[in-house]
């Protein structure tokens, strides 16, 4: 059957005029059908193609088995931003959107069981997984009794929600049990040349005259992955930790520091508030101490540190640190650290006995 020119019903043009109008009908609706198909395929394609990220998935785990818990972290190389994941119950992780690159991934030092991990040149291609697993290293005997506990105290308060207490005065109180740790993104220490050999000398004989392995105070900083019980009054903040001398004591009633007084191992500890941080400047040390918990820097009497709390919320306090000491380092020192808090914990008694015997020379039988 054949129709007359002017049909609602022609399939094809009857004249020059309807022949183009034809043409463009035809070219208008196969550009709609290529967009359509085009749009259908991104749609099932995986998002992370569409957007050029992709993903790195593993395994957490120790000689024990899984690791739960454990923040994993990549940065990528030429980038500040730090992505993390925590892994599950089964070890697994799982860092997902992440844009393509050249990646760090790292996991901080947990505790005092596992040593810090790190895997440079982690490749992420867009729409693709790369897989890594973490196999975390021993970090000393496992003859601590706080290494097992410190990750289970660590996931077990991970809910703890709330706004921050409030002394009478509206400053945010910090008191409490507080799990510390370390700084999950250290920055390498810059020291001056007699330093980084006195350094390079302790690391080569495995810290092994550490002042606490002598029963002696070993770092006056912040940084040790152990309970801290934090007392605060308007007058005085007081730390209480599990190792000597066991406190530290921070004087908040506008005093100054000593102008001659003899140096100590914590030194002279002042506070102010800045807002709703407390700034605490100490000053006034010996030489003796090792700095950074198992790092074990070097510092002179010129050594001053600056400490930083900040209560964001019930459950963390955000501790800032700097040091500097112009006799040693070339550029002040900074750590950053998030505590916990614990409020089921208690700080339990450390007894130190360097199991010395009575000198056969004392001269008294």
Known sequence: MRFACGSVLPTRPCGEEDSRRWRMRMMTRT????NVVAIWLLGTMPGSAQNGTGAIRGTVSNPDGPVAGVPVQAKEQSADEVFTATSAASGQFALNALPAGTYDVTVPQIGLANARFVQRNVIVEAGKTTAVDI??????????????????????????????????????????VWNGNVDPNPEAAALLPWANDVWKQRLATALRDHP????????????????????????????????????????????AHPTDADPTWMGHSVGQWDGDTLVVDTAGFNDKTWLIFATGLPHTGMLHMTERYRRPDLGHLVVDLRLEDPATFTRPIERHMTWQLAPGEEILEDICNENNKFPAYAGLK
Not at 31 to 34: E, I, M, N
């Open 31 to 34: 550009r709609l059908a290529v």
């Open 135 to 176: 196999a975390l290293v021993k970090g000393n005997l496992g003859v601590i009794g706080d290494d097992n506990a410190y990750l289970t105290i660590r996931n077990k308060y991970t809910n703890v929600r709330g706004e921050p207490p409030r002394m009478a005065d509206g400053r945010p109180d910090l008191s409490g």
């Open 212 to 255: 606490a392995g002598f029963c002696l105070p070993g770092d006056p900083t912040p940084t040790n992955p152990l309970l801290y019980r934090i007392v605060h009054t308007k007058q005085l903040l007081v730390l209480l930790f599990e190792q000597e001398p066991h406190y530290r004591q921070v004087f908040l009633d506008g005093r």
